[in-house]
C-alpha cells in the first residue's frame, strides 16, 4: 500500500519510534497525522510545526473511554499504527513479575485489542485500510532479563495473526513489525547495538509499499528471525546457553 494521501493515528506519538513514525508519514506526503498520546503537551510543538496535516488526540490505552473518544472523533482513520508499548526488565521469577505482566500486558496487549476492537468499524467505513501492530523480535524469542515483556509482545504477534485472519473479511490489510532494540528511552538498559528509530519508520514504510506482512526492520531482527524459521528450538537452546554463561560471569 501507498502512504500518499493516507490518513494515519499513531499511538505513542510523543518519542522514540512513534515520533519517528509521524515525521516520516509526513515527508511520505500522508494527508493527516493523528498523534495519539497521554499528555498533549509533548506533541503540542511538533503539532503547531505542521499544523495543517496533524491533530493530536488525548489517547491512554488503559482508558476504554479515551479509546472510544478517539474513534468517535478520527472517523476519517484508513491507517491504524499501533506503536505505544512499555517495557519494564525483570526475572521470571522475582518479587514484582505478577504486577509488572499486569502493567505490560495492559499496554502492550489489552491496549491495542481495545483500540483495534474500536477502530476496526472505522476502517471498514473507509474502504477496508490497514492496521499497523509494532509488536518485537522478543515476543518471538525468550530474552533473559525481559520476561514479562517478551510474553506480552508474544501475545501482541498472537494478535496480529488473529487480526490478519478476521479482518480480511472487510479487506483490512494487517502488517506486524517486529524490531530488535531500538535506540529509545525505553530501552536505555539494554546494552546491544540498537537501530535508529527512523530506520524502524522508514523500513515500515517500505514494507508496507511492497506488501510484506512481516516487517523485520533491523539487522538483528533479521538474522534472528531467520534462525527461528529455520529451527525454534536450537535459537531458544542458544539463547539458554547465552544466559548460562552469562549467569556465570556474573
Known amino acids: 500500500m501507498e502512504i500518499k494521501n493516507q490518513i494515519i493515528l499513531i499511538t505513542g506519538a510523543n518519542r522514540g519510534i512513534g515520533h519517528a513514525y509521524a515525521e516520516e508519514f509526513l515527508k511520505a506526503d500522508a494527508r493527516k497525522i493523528y498523534l495519539g498520546v497521554r499528555d498533549p503537551e509533548t506533541v503540542r ?45 525483570g526475572d521470571l521469577l522475582d518479587k514484582q513479575v505478577i504486577e509488572r505482566s499486569r502493567r505490560e500486558m495492559e499496554i502492550n496487549y489489552f491496549g491495542p485489542l481495545a483500540l483495534l476492537r474500536e477502530f476496526a468499524p472505522v476502517l471498514r467505513g473507509n474502504g477496508g485500510g490497514a492496521f499497523v501492530g509494532v509488536s518485537s523480535i522478543a515476543g518471538l524469542l525468550p530474552f533473559p532479563g525481559l520476561a514479562s515483556y517478551t510474553c506480552s509482545k508474544a501475545a501482541m504477534h498472537f494478535l496480529i ?71 525454534p528450538k536450537e535459537l531458544e537452546r542458544k539463547l539458554r546457553r547465552d544466559y548460562l554463561e552469562m549467569m556465570k560471569a556474573a
Do not use: C, W
Open 45 to 89: 510543538e511538533f503539532a503547531e510545526k505542521h499544523k495543517d496535516r496533524v491533530e493530536i488526540l488525548r489517547l491512554d490505552l488503559t482508558s476504554p473511554a479515551d479509546i472510544r473518544a478517539a474513534a468517535e472523533k478520527a472517523k476519517d482513520v484508513t491507517v491504524l499504527v499501533s506503536n505505544a508499548g512499555v517495557l519494564e526488565a
Open 161 to 231: 495473526m488473529q487480526a490478519r485472519t478476521e479482518l480480511a473479511l472487510q479487506n483490512t490489510k494487517v502488517f506486524g513489525v517486529y524490531p530488535g532494540p531500538v535506540d529509545t528511552e525505553m530501552a536505555r538498559d539494554i546494552h546491544m547495538p540498537k537501530a535508529a528509530p527512523r530506520d524502524v519508520a522508514l523500513e515500515t514504510i517500505r514494507g508496507l509499499r511492497e506488501g510484506h506482512e512481516d516487517i523485520l526492520p533491523d539487522q538483528y531482527a533479521r538474522e534472528s528471525y531467520e534462525l527461528f524459521r529455520k529451527d
